[in-house]
C-alpha cells in the first residue's frame, strides 16, 4: 500500500510527462562513455513545466498523509498496519485524481521524492576494486537487491569489477566490508558480489520493467566522482525504450541490451547504480551515458527484467544463462566476395547470401553441428544476409530454446533440427 500511495502522488506527473520523447542518434563509440569513476563525462540538468502542474494536492497529501507515513515509515511500519490507517485516505484521494478535482505540485513530487530517497534509495552502496597490491583501481556504484540470512547480495556493472582481485562495499557513514565476486555477465556488463554481516541493511526489490513507459518519472542513485558525492539522487523522465549500442565498435548494434534512456543525471561513479521508479523500484542499472559538447541528458540503464534473470543465474551458476552463445567466428558473405577471391575461397555461385564459417567453439551451441568451411544460410526462421539483421532478429532467443539451421557443405544443404542454446562456455 505504501508503494500505491506513491504511485497515486505521481499519477497525474507521469501522464503530463508521458508526451515527451527523447532523440536517439549514431554517435561516434568516443562518445559512449562506462560511469566508472575515472571516466570524464557531462551532466544534465532537469527541469518541470509548472505550467503543467496544477496546485491543490499537496495540501490534501502533506497534511492528511505525508508527515504520518514519513513518521511510519521510519520506525518500519507493517504493510498491515499502513492498510489499516490510510485506506480510507487514499480511498478518497483515488476518488479525487478520478473526477479530477486535485492534481500535483511541486512540492507534493518533493515530499514523494524524500519517501524513496529515505527508504529504497539507501540500498545504493558503493563498490571499489582493488588490484593484487592493494591498490584501489575503480569505484562505481551497486545496490543490495537481497538478503538471505546474513548474506546480502550487490547488483553492479562488469566493468566496475572486472580489472579488480578483491573489492570492498562502502556505505553512507564510512564504513565499508569486504565482499566477493560471486560471478559475472561480461556480455551484459552485470556482476554481482556478495558480503556477510549481522548488521541490517536496506535492501531494494525489482520492478517490472516491461511496464516502463516513455514520460516515466524515475531516480538515479550512484556516486557521481566517487564517495565525495556518495549517494546523489537525481530525477528525469524515461526518454525512450529499446535502445541499442554497437559497444564493441564493429559498426553493429549488439542487441545483447535494449537499454533504457532516460534524462537523469548521470556520471562517472554512477556505474552500477539503480534507476528507481516512483515505487522505489528499481527498474534500470545505470551503465552508460553519451558525452559530447553536442549531447546532453542520454544516460541509459540495463532493464531490471534483464538485470534479475541475470542476477538469479549468477547465484545459482557463477554465471549468466540468458544470452546464448552460437560459438562461431564468421563473415557474412554479401559484400565480401572480393576479400573471399583474395583468399581463394570459393562460395558457389548460386549463393548470394549467408555466413561463412571460420572456426567452431568447442562446447557452444553449434558444436558437433557446424564445420569451419560450411556456410550458414538460416538459422531458426532468419534468412543469413547481414550481421547486423540477423544479431537484432536473433535476439529474440534465450538460452534454452531450440532451432534448426541451413547450410551448405560439400555442394549439398543440410538442415539440422532441434539444436539447443546454450550460455557462454565457462573459462
Do not use: W
Not at 524513496?116 to 592493494?134: I, L, M
Not at 543525471?265 to 523500484?281: E, H, K, T
Not at 538459422?379 to 534448426?404: H, K, M, P, R
Amino acid at each position: 500500500m505504501k508503494k500505491l500511495y506513491v504511485f497515486l502522488s505521481l499519477l497525474l506527473v507521469t501522464g503530463l510527462l508521458a508526451g515527451c520523447t527523447g532523440i536517439f542518434e549514431t554517435v561516434p563509440q568516443d562518445q559512449i562513455t562506462f560511469l566508472t569513476s575515472s571516466k570524464t563525462t557531462t551532466t544534465t540538468s532537469n527541469t518541470i513545466d509548472k505550467n503543467l502542474i496544477l496546485s491543490d494536492v499537496y495540501e490534501i497529501i502533506y497534511s492528511e498523509i505525508y508527515e504520518e507515513v514519513k513518521a511510519e515509515v521510519m520506525t518500519n511500519i507493517s504493510e498491515e498496519r499502513f492498510d489499516e490507517i490510510y485506506s480510507d485516505i487514499i480511498d478518497d484521494l483515488l476518488f479525487k485524481i478520478a473526477d479530477g478535482s486535485i492534481s500535483i505540485t511541486p512540492q507534493s513530487i518533493i515530499d514523494m521524492i524524500n519517501i524513496v530517497e529515505n527508504t529504497t534509495a539507501n540500498s545504493v552502496v558503493g563498490v571499489s576494486a582493488f588490484n593484487d597490491y592493494g591498490v584501489e583501481i575503480s569505484i562505481g556504484s551497486g545496490a543490495i537487491y537481497k538478503q538471505v540470512g546474513d548474506k546480502y547480495y550487490v547488483i553492479t556493472n562488469n566493468h566496475v569489477v572486472e580489472e579488480g582481485t578483491s573489492f570492498t562495499i562502502h556505505f553512507e557513514d564510512g564504513s565499508e566490508i569486504g565482499a566477493l565476486l560471486r560471478g559475472v555477465d561480461d556480455l551484459v556488463d552485470l556482476a554481482v558480489l556478495y558480503f556477510i554481516t549481522d548488521d541490517e541493511y536496506p535492501v531494494a526489490d525489482f520492478g517490472d520493467s516491461s511496464l516502463v513507459e516513455k514520460g516515466d518519472v524515475v531516480l538515479a542513485v550512484g556516486n557521481p566522482g566517487g564517495y565525495d558525492f556518495y549517494g546523489s539522487i537525481t530525477m528525469g523522465i524515461v526518454s525512450g525504450l529499446d535502445r541499442y549500442f554497437d559497444i564493441d565498435n564493429d559498426n553493429i548494434n549488439d542487441m545483447f541490451v535494449n537499454y533504457i534512456q532516460h534524462d537523469a543525471a548521470i556520471n562517472s561513479g554512477n556505474s552500477g547504480g539503480a534507476l528507481f521508479d516512483m515505487n522505489g523500484d528499481i527498474i534500470g542499472i545505470n551503465v552508460i551515458k553519451l558525452s559530447a559538447t553536442d549531447i546532453e541528458g542520454m544516460g541509459f540503464a540495463i532493464p531490471s527484467n534483464l538485470v534479475s534473470a541475470i542476477c538469479d543465474d549468477i547465484e545459482e551458476f557463477g554465471y549468466s544463462k540468458q544470452k546464448p552463445v552460437l560459438g562461431i567466428n564468421f563473415i557474412e558473405i554479401r559484400g565480401h566476395l572480393d576479400l573471399f577471391e583474395a583468399n581463394e575461397i570459393v562460395i558457389p555461385d548460386e549463393i548470394e547470401d549467408g555466413f561463412y564459417i571460420f572456426e567452431v567453439t568447442a562446447g557452444a551451441s553449434f558444436d558437433g553441428y557446424v564445420q569451419a568451411g560450411d556456410i550458414i544460410t538460416k538459422i531458426g526462421d532468419i534468412d543469413l544476409t547481414t550481421a547486423e539483421n540477423f544479431v537484432l532478429l536473433f535476439s529474440q532467443y534465450i538460452v534454452g530454446d531450440t532451432i534448426s539451421i541451413t547450410l551448405y557443405r560439400d555442394g549439398g544443404y543440410i538442415t539440422y533440427n532441434d539444436i539447443e542454446l546454450k550460455a557462454k562456455v565457462a573459462d
